[in-house]
């Protein structure tokens, strides 16, 4: 997947797929380790994504091989120059539950991370806990520690109105870059889900660029 997400603020994994967290499995500190190595790197960003898009195929869209693990999307967005919608699968942090009304628990009416204290080992502040819909995601634009922004970062800033299928559903959304005060705390909880967001960072000069994409 096109940058690889997944654990609770513990570091312990979370239960569930696509929507619900990391699932519960053995190995995934394993996981966690290989993919912050160099190798990783080199042969991920070719291979993941290839095996995502034949596997969602043939099981018409139902399901993200990746997403077995990690919480994942396919985003379907226009090239920034071509204009040709590219379709991308990536692992994504789900944000707040849609209740009643359309309101998003756990996260702020505008899409910001909730305050408010957690208990020991819950899952970072504004994260969506087991069940119910997201009220947004979170894209991280790791590009698994490479040194250049990937792609579809391009393309969501010169067309953020996209869509993505989300466990088979196909979603309009909004993209929005994220930065300042609101990055910081979208980074720190990001990192809480996924720690080896840290390396990949530590690896590249660049600022990994993460968006929140919300419905239309």
């Not at 291979?47 to 990746?66: C, E, F, I, Q, W």
């Not at 919608?85 to 628990?105: D, K, Q, W």
């Amino acid at each position: 997947m096109a940058g690889a997400a997944g654990a609770s603020a513990s570091g312990t994994p979370g239960r569930g797929v696509g929507g619900k967290g990391p699932r519960r499995v053995p190995g995934v500190r394993l996981v966690q380790k290989v993919s912050s190595t160099r190798a990783f790197a080199r042969v991920a960003p070719h291979l993941v994504p290839a095996l995502d898009r034949a596997v969602h195929r043939l099981t018409r869209g139902k399901v993200l091989l990746s997403a077995q693990m990690l919480p994942g999307v396919i985003l379907t967005a226009r090239g920034a120059k071509s204009g040709v919608e590219r379709r991308t699968p990536l692992a994504c942090m789900p944000e707040g539950v849609i209740a009643e009304g359309g309101m998003a628990e756990g996260g702020m009416a505008d899409g910001g991370m909730a305050g408010g204290a957690r208990a020991e080992g819950a899952m970072p502040e504004g994260v969506m806990a087991d069940g119910g819909d997201p009220g947004s995601w979170i894209l991280i634009g790791s590009n698994f520690g490479r040194p250049d922004h990937p792609a579809w970062t391009a393309n969501l800033l010169a067309h953020p109105d996209v869509e993505i299928n989300w466990k088979g559903e196909d979603i309009p959304v909004s993209a929005r870059l994220l930065q300042g005060e609101e990055r910081d705390a979208a980074w720190k909880a990001v990192l809480a889900f996924w720690p080896p967001y840290a390396t990949y960072q530590a690896r590249v000069d660049r600022e990994i660029r993460l968006f929140r994409i919300v419905r239309r």
